[in-house]
């Protein structure tokens, strides 16, 4: 057994681990309070640690010391113990046992203390190892990156500074994981812009990336090098993300082995991009996210994506349209594609009364495998989405899960959703009609609402009418109802 104590040395400032002195036994310390003291309180230089190590075995009988024997009486003198300092090394740094530096590192990382990671990384050599890779799991680069002029200094791009980093320690290479390319608006003049090439370089050293993310953070879309694109090609990525970028499309060919792709607000350059080193299989995505914002431009080529999807998307098991608006998505290009394979798809209903009459249905009776149906922000005091969610509803013969997240607009200031629920009486009605029919089968029916403001009224009785008129979805499938007075929440869960 191993009893540890901590007292701070206020005039040497250092660190002692058991009991201030000689036989006052030293009471066990709280172990997270101990690894948080032990990483954040320099200087490492001075620490100094005793581990008091008592023995748990019980003397027999024969060892016990007679009473009556003064000589070997124990007391008023320290039990046996053994002691072991751990100083500081020729080099200045202490000598830690792994099991303690490992319980401070996972400490740290449980908390993404960055900071004393990085302390820790810096200070002591045998917390480097774990702790860089930490530190270097993720690597955001700016392209270009501002960097003032100093007098005197060369001036790095984070590219250079990358590359430099990889060529003098390729052990770093193998922590990264995720990769952030970053294309930052230029704000200054006095800057060293980056025309891409050393990222090109740093690519094919990275051979154990997984996820690899292309944004823009100047508000407007912005095309990527082709020094880059050609150098993007790589078997290990498995996620891709893109955002606000131009891009061709058959630049997803360059990863053989993508599986899950989100684009948000993105452009789809259709011609002029060959890989220089194509993949020798084409890539089979099997999660796919695309989003609109609101501030997205009008000539978005996301249609072309959805009417005339590439083959890369053949072999979805899940789709995502839910962030897709204004506006209404017409996916049936994309679900014929996928149709054989496609087991969750998520959408969200018209996003306004104008667009709703000219929505067309999803005829999701040729998905043979969907397990799973999630609808988005769906208006329900509106006539025309409830005539869109019944046609597309009744389209489906089976499913696992049929989750609707309705969303109220209502004005007051504490609306009554007792009174909501009971003007809706006609259109529930209708819907218990679809769900409860005896031609299709829902295992299982979950309908969400939530209000626009924070607080809102009679949630519980709106629950039970709601139950009730229900009544035919509650008898064939495992009904939930959940109407919260929680502030409303569009794209998350």
């Known amino acids: 057994m191993v009893v540890m104590d901590k007292k701070l ?12 002195s000689g036989p006052v036994p030293t009471p066990a310390c709280d172990v997270d309070q101990f690894v948080r003291q032990l990483a954040l309180e320099p200087p490492w230089s001075s620490l100094r640690i005793n581990v008091v190590l008592v023995s748990s075995r019980t003397p027999k009988p024969a060892d016990r010391p007679s009473r009556r024997d003064p000589a070997s009486s124990t007391e008023g003198r320290s039990q046996p113990q053994r002691t072991i300092a751990m100083t500081p090394h020729e080099r200045g740094y202490p000598y830690l ?22 302390q820790c990384a810096l200070t002591h050599r045998s917390m480097s190892p774990k702790a860089q890779q930490f530190l270097f799991s993720r690597i955001e680069l700016g392209l270009p990156e501002i960097n003032v002029a100093n007098e005197g200094e060369p001036l790095l791009t984070p590219s250079m500074k990358l590359y430099d980093i990889l060529k003098d320690a390729p052990h770093v290479s193998e922590y ?27 690519l094919p050293l990275l051979q154990h990336l997984r996820c690899l993310k292309l944004e823009v953070r ?22 891709l993300h893109t955002r606000w970028i131009h891009i061709p499309m058959s630049i997803i060919g360059a990863f053989p082995n993508l599986r899950i792709f989100a684009c948000d607000n993105m452009h789809w350059l259709l011609k002029g991009f060959t890989p220089i080193a194509p993949a020798l299989a084409a890539p089979r995505v099997e999660i796919l996210k695309i989003s609109r914002g609101y501030n997205c431009v009008r000539h978005s080529h996301f249609t072309d994506i959805l009417s005339s ?9 899940d789709l995502d349209l839910s962030s897709y608006h204004p506006g209404f998505p017409d996916a049936m ?29 999803h005829d999701l009776s040729i998905l043979a495998r969907l397990e799973c149906l999630v609808i988005r922000r769906m208006y329900f005091h509106k006539d025309c989405f409830w005539t869109w969610i019944l046609e597309t509803i009744s389209t489906a013969k089976s499913l696992h899960t049929l989750r609707i997240d309705f969303l109220m607009q209502d004005r007051a200031e504490e609306p009554d959703m007792l009174k909501v629920i009971r003007d809706g009486k006609q259109s529930w009605t209708q819907l218990d009609k679809v769900l409860g029919s005896s031609s299709r089968r829902f295992e299982r029916v979950q309908v969400h609402m939530r ?4 607080m809102v009224c009679n949630c519980s009785d709106a629950t039970e009418l709601l139950r009730s008129y229900l009544a035919l979805t509650n008898e064939r499938s495992s009904l939930c109802i959940n109407i919260t007075n929680e502030p409303r929440v569009l794209f998350s869960e």
Do not use: W
Not at 334 to 340: E, F, H, P, S, W
Not at 451 to 454: A, R
């Open 333 to 361: 290009g994309i679900l014929r594609t996928c149709k054989d394979t496609l087991q969750r798809f998520e959408i969200a209903a018209p996003s306004t009364a104008k667009a709703a009459p000219r929505a067309t249905r």
């Open 451 to 454: 209000s626009g403001y924070d």
């Open 176 to 202: 990264i994981h995720t990769l952030d390319l970053v294309l930052v608006q230029r704000t200054t003049e006095r800057v060293v812009h980056d025309d891409g090439k050393l990222v090109a370089r740093a």
């Open 97 to 118: 046992p792994p099991e303690l530096i490992n319980a401070i590192i996972d400490h740290l990382i449980i908390d993404k203390d960055v900071s004393s990671l990085r």
């Open 218 to 239: 100047s508000g407007r879309c912005r095309d990527l090098s082709y020094a880059v694109m050609d150098a993007l090609a790589s078997p290990t990525v498995t996620e």
């Open 309 to 317: 999807p590439p083959l890369y998307f053949s072999r979805l098991v």
């Open 9 to 20: 040395n206020k005039r040497s400032d250092s660190h002692h681990l058991g009991g201030p």
